[in-house]
Nanobody, 117 residues
Framework: QVQLVESGGDLVQPGGSLRLSCAAS????????MGWYRQAPGKQRELVAT???????NYADSVKGRFTISRDNAKNTVDLQMNSLKPEDTAVYYC???????????WGQGTQVTVSS
């Protein structure tokens, strides 16, 4: 089985920065996709950023230039550095991994990010 545990969510002022971390237990290969999604109140869950060793990184247009996803395959972790945060970035952020050998995706429990003055 694969388990994902997020950390780093917090209350931050507009323009501030946060770094989210996700630690995965279980077997995840470097070619498996890992990433971050978010869900704001009353809205659908949406992609934020993903990373694979083969296809590189992918970002939602709304976060390009402000967020950076990084991955440490040796430690099975994926981080999301968020800069220049805006109130519209407020959401629960979920870590995600798709494990090809198992043919399914896994979600973390989520971490709350609130951007407010």
């Amino acid at each position: 089985q694969v388990q994902l545990v997020e950390s780093g969510g917090d209350l931050v002022q507009p323009g501030g920065s946060l770094r989210l971390s996700c630690a995965a237990s279980g077997t995840i290969f470097s070619t498996d996709l890992m990433g971050w999604y978010r869900q704001a109140p009353g809205k659908q869950r949406e992609l934020v950023a993903t990373v694979t060793s083969g296809r590189g990184t992918n970002y939602a247009d709304s976060v390009k230039g402000r967020f950076t996803i990084s991955r440490d395959n040796a430690k099975n972790t994926v981080d999301l550095q968020m800069n220049s945060l805006k109130p519209e970035d407020t959401a629960v952020y979920y870590c995600y991994a798709y494990v090809a050998i198992r043919g399914r995706g896994y979600w973390g429990q989520g971490t709350q990010v609130t951007v407010s003055s």
